[in-house]
């Protein structure tokens, strides 16, 4: 029963170096979200995807690009890493259109650009 | 999707019930109320939600007013586990966005 499992749980990385966060859930979820939380702060949401095949922006989706491999997988790209993307990165899903159903999230990657 | 305030900061003792307010006087009437918290260095941790009706879980109470426009949630028996940062959240669940809005939440302290 793992839900929403985030690799790697941490990272370090130079200024302008590429690396793809990987999320997968078993829940058979539809729509999955990548969140980034900085210290202090709650979460603001990169990108989403509804269901497979699509993919869309949310708040703060600059530095960032998404691949929603299939229905479980949603992963994260940062292609050229940058200070400010220092942060822990949340990915969640959820089965959407389901009334009341929960977000669920997993435990994290957590970023650091030098 | 509907704002909430939360109080910034609450002491419980252990054993005691932790009563947690939430205000969220524009909430729409297909918007849920939404629980989550988040221990410390964890992601969020899914406890309870509700639409109009009070709900009870393993985890906890929610309770709504009748007119929907604040809400508690209640930890029956706070433990020091329950340590955490307390998020009130409403949304409505068939949007095709389905964002969560999270704010800056209740930082619950469970002492012994």
């Known amino acids: 029963n793992a839900g929403v499992t985030q690799t790697p749980k941490f990272q370090v990385l130079k200024t302008g170096q590429s690396m793809t966060l990987q999320c997968a859930q078993d829940m058979n979820h539809n729509s999955m979200y990548w969140y980034r939380q900085d210290p202090g702060m709650g979460l603001r949401l990169i990108y989403y995807s509804a269901s497979e095949g699509t993919t869309d922006k949310g708040e703060v989706p600059n530095g960032y690009n998404v691949s929603r491999l299939n229905k479980r997988e949603f992963s994260l790209r940062l292609e050229s890493a940058a200070p400010s993307q220092t942060s822990v990165y949340f990915c969640?899903?959820?089965?959407?259109?389901?009334?009341?159903?929960?977000?669920?999230f997993g435990d994290g990657t957590r970023l650091s650009i030098l | 999707d509907a704002k909430t305030t939360q109080p910034t900061s609450m002491d419980c003792a252990e054993g005691r019930a932790a009563n947690l307010p939430c205000n969220h006087s524009?909430?729409?009437?297909?918007?849920?109320v939404y629980w989550y918290r988040q221990i410390h260095s964890q992601g969020p941790q899914y406890i309870i939600h509700g639409l109009k009706n009070n709900e009870t879980n393993e985890m906890a109470s929610l309770i709504i007013t009748e007119d929907r426009k604040s809400s508690t949630l209640i930890l029956p028996h706070a433990t020091l586990r329950d340590t955490a940062v307390y998020y009130c959240i409403v949304r409505v669940t068939t949007d095709s966005w389905g964002k969560l809005q999270f704010g800056a939440g209740t930082q619950v302290v469970v002492t012994p």
């Open positions: 969640a899903s959820i089965l959407q259109g389901a009334r009341g159903q929960p977000q669920h």
């Open positions: 524009t909430i729409s009437g297909n918007e849920y």
